[in-house]
């Protein structure tokens, strides 16, 4: 299990400045609703922050965050951002247990190829404490590929999403949504909420 595809993290590292820097519009209504299931103060584990726009307006609410991404060149550029120190993880060297009161993980769980999916989301539920918060956001489809970029996203339908899931969350809520991304080609979302049971 990786977790991570070679070629879609040296993209992000080829272009950390360019994606890190370009306009971006924070789903500002999902990242409140998010906050508002949590605790006051919650430790939040963000994955994939990108070029860290989710990250401060996390960090806003009062949250403690762990700001992370799996590609070094991002994590500098979130860390310009933010003014503090981003962590470079990659999503297989989740090792925490119980950890985290939430999770965010905003269009990035969608570049795990869909072999190693239901590992990665294993360890993500272990890290969270019981009635911990899960928010992630997938591309839809019904087969994986490649982007015009190069980028591999496992594409996902919503059964396909909840098996991948498995057991051991009390439930899976699945939102519909229709959007765009780097690429700026019109996409269809699935955003999903999952609590640990």
Request: charged content about 25%; glycine content about 12%.
């Amino acid at each position: 299990m990786t977790g991570r595809d070679a070629t879609t993290l040296d993209f992000y590292a080829g272009e950390a400045a360019v994606y890190a820097g370009r306009p971006h519009e924070v789903d500002r209504p999902r990242i409140d609703a998010f906050a508002a299931r949590l605790p006051a103060g919650a430790r939040v584990l963000e994955l994939g922050c990108g070029g860290g726009h989710d990250s401060a307006a996390l960090l806003a609410h009062g949250l403690d965050v762990d700001v992370t991404d799996g590609c070094a060149e991002l994590a500098r550029e979130a860390e310009k951002r933010l003014k503090r120190p981003v962590r470079v993880l990659l999503f297989e060297d989740l090792n925490e247990r119980e950890a985290y009161d939430g999770i965010w993980a905003n269009a990035c769980l969608l570049h795990v190829p869909r072999s190693d999916l239901p590992a990665i989301i294993g360890r993500i539920h272990a890290a969270l404490k019981p009635g911990g918060l899960l928010y992630a956001t997938f591309k839809a489809g019904s087969q994986e590929g490649r982007d015009r970029f190069g980028r591999y996203y496992n594409y996902p339908s919503p059964d396909w999403l909840r098996q991948a899931y498995g057991q051991g969350w009390q439930n899976i809520e699945i939102d519909h949504a229709v959007g765009s991304g780097y690429d700026r080609e019109p996409t269809e979302w699935l955003l999903v909420t999952a609590v640990k049971g």
